[in-house]
């Protein structure tokens, strides 16, 4: 099971940091991603991390300012955001999956664990 948390009201170019939890005993056997959706709009990758933290994946309208971390020894995810614009005003969302070498890692599809998203809203 997965929980997102950390949302909330930040002025543009503000940060916020989103952790998510985990339960059990095999998250660090699980790669994670993040991924959003704004009100009107499909939900969309943003970024992903391999079990090992070895491999990170980012989609190109945040590199440079979001990064993605895992800490397997306290079972939780994080996503780092900073600079942050109004039109990352979305429900923010962690997922997990096991596949193989990350296959699909921006598909919603691919992962097989989802946890409650949190709202993320950026003003102008």
């Known amino acids: 099971q997965l929980q997102a948390s950390g949302g909330g009201l930040v002025q543009a170019g503000g940060s916020l940091r989103l952790p998510c939890a985990a339960s059990?005993?095999?998250?660090?056997?699980?790669?994670i991603g993040w991924f959003r959706q704004a009100p009107g709009k499909e939900r969309e990758f943003v970024a992903a991390i391999s079990w090992s933290s070895v491999t990170t994946y980012y989609a190109d309208f945040v590199k440079g300012r979001f990064t993605i971390s895992r800490d397997n020894a306290k079972n939780t995810g994080f996503l780092q955001m900073n600079s942050l614009k109004p039109e990352d005003t979305a429900v923010y969302y962690c997922a997990a999956q096991r596949n193989v070498l990350m296959k699909g890692y921006s598909t919603p599809g691919s992962y097989d664990y989802w946890g409650q998203g949190t709202l993320v809203t950026v003003s102008s």
């Open positions: 059990g005993r095999t998250f660090s056997t699980y790669h």
